[in-house]
């Protein structure tokens, strides 16, 4: 089965590195959409246009299904794709739902770009299933620009969260979602400011799940097996994987070095 994942940029791979852990036998194509990224701070009719042609793009490269590893590219676009193509189009919301009935009586944060956060699935979502209104909502925009810079945990980044956590009280907090692929690469920062009896949950390992499900393949045995990158080669062939960054195939050694690092970097990241 060839499965096509696409996101804004480099967050989607968080959901890929969830599927090579859980769906491991598949033959994958990565696409991040470099050239435009961040999605969050595009209009809806842009995003629209952009996943149009990535769709068409891994359809054209044999995809089977598709998973839109970008909350704000579902939030937009996912009604459009699925009313135009006749494949499995799955997307990715934030994992609200098992927040609110995995915690009692303290509040939940959900950090998003602002497009999710600004558009109709996300506030349908919380009508659904935040009958207390204990949810908050925080746009995060800037943390999409440090992961696509590789910037995980410099003095600019924390500042940047204490700037925009400043005006909450983390011991009213039982649950931080993080609304968008790109915020799992700075989980040990977040655990900075609300401590490790807070639950930090995104919505990756449900959407391999619900992938699995819909497909009618197995889950692996063995979930929580160590997928480390050693060399390049592992990436490319072991994994068999293809990557594509806004349409260009990715071979040279110092793009693969640097996703690399990024898968590595979610390893390290992953169970936080």
Do not use: W
Not at 94 to 119: F, H, L, S
Not at 143 to 153: D, I, N, P, S, T
Not at 176 to 194: A, D, I, M, S, W
Not at 237 to 260: A, P, R, V
Request: proline letters at 4%.
């Amino acid at each position: 089965m060839k499965i096509g994942i696409f996101d804004s940029g480099i967050g989607g791979l968080s959901v890929l590195h969830e599927a090579y852990h859980m769906l491991p036998g598949q033959n994958y194509i990565f696409y991040a959409d470099v050239e435009h990224v961040p999605y969050g701070t595009k209009t809806p009719d842009e995003i629209l246009g952009y996943t149009e042609e990535i769709t068409k793009f891994l359809l054209n490269k044999g995809a089977e299904a598709i998973v839109v590893a970008c909350n704000t590219a579902t939030s937009v676009a996912i009604k459009e794709l699925r009313k135009r193509y006749d494949i499995p189009i799955l997307g990715m919301e934030p994992a609200v739902k098992p927040a609110v009935e995995g915690t009692d009586q303290k509040r939940i944060m959900v950090i998003a770009t602002p497009v999710t956060i600004r558009e109709d699935k996300l506030r349908d979502l919380l009508h659904r299933v935040d009958e207390e209104h204990r949810v908050d909502l925080l746009p995060m925009p800037r943390l999409v620009e440090f992961a696509e810079k590789e910037e995980f945990e410099t003095e600019e980044v924390r500042n940047y969260l204490k700037e925009q956590f400043r005006d909450y009280n983390m011991d009213d907090y039982c649950a931080l979602v993080l609304g968008c692929t790109h915020f799992n690469y700075f989980k040990p920062l977040y655990r900075e400011f609300f401590g490790p009896e807070t639950l930090m949950i995104d919505g990756n390992k449900g959407t391999i799940r619900h992938l699995a499900d819909v497909l009618g393949l197995s889950l692996s045995n063995s979930p929580d097996n160590v997928v480390y990158f050693d060399n390049v080669h592992k990436m490319l062939c072991e994994l068999s994987t293809e990557y594509y960054f806004s349409g260009k195939n990715i071979s040279d050694e110092k793009t693969l070095e640097h996703l690399k690092r990024l898968h590595n970097r979610l390893e390290e990241v992953r169970e936080k």
